[in-house]
């Protein structure tokens, strides 16, 4: 069964940092890209970072560049996004998804997205 499980979310101050896991079964991780999203209450899912199944190469939205980095371990099926100095604009339930294509921003493009994991930024 295709599954993406993220975790590492939580509660942390303005400024802080926090580490999501987005792992996965079911599937060869190697072969795909993945993204993260991000939908805050009111909002649209919104695409925050993506890194490709070729050569790992990196994508970040404006808003969290130089502030988040994303990464993956293939052989632990996982894909991690550091987040540092975290805003309260931050704030929102954080997803991961897999596109067996190049990486993009259009959430359509993605399939079997996890539960996602509640990231809240507040002093």
């Known amino acids: 069964q295709v599954q993406l499980v993220e975790s590492g979310g939580g509660l942390m101050q303005p400024g802080g940092s926090l580490r999501l896991s987005c792992t996965a079964s079911?599937?060869?991780?190697?072969?795909?890209?993945i993204g993260w999203f991000r939908q805050a209450p009111g909002k649209e899912r919104e695409g925050v970072s993506c890194i490709s199944s070729s050569d790992d190469s990196t994508f970040y939205t404006s808003s969290v560049e130089g502030r988040f980095t994303i990464s993956r371990d293939n052989a632990k099926k996982t894909v991690y996004l550091q987040m540092n100095s975290l805003k309260p604009e931050d704030t929102a339930i954080y997803y991961c998804?897999?596109?067996?294509?190049?990486?993009?921003?259009?959430?359509?493009?993605?399939?079997?997205w996890g539960q996602g994991t509640q990231v809240t930024v507040s002093s």
């Open positions: 998804a897999r596109d067996f294509g190049p990486c993009g921003w259009d959430p359509e493009d993605f399939e079997s």
């Open positions: 079911g599937f060869t991780l190697d072969y795909y890209a």
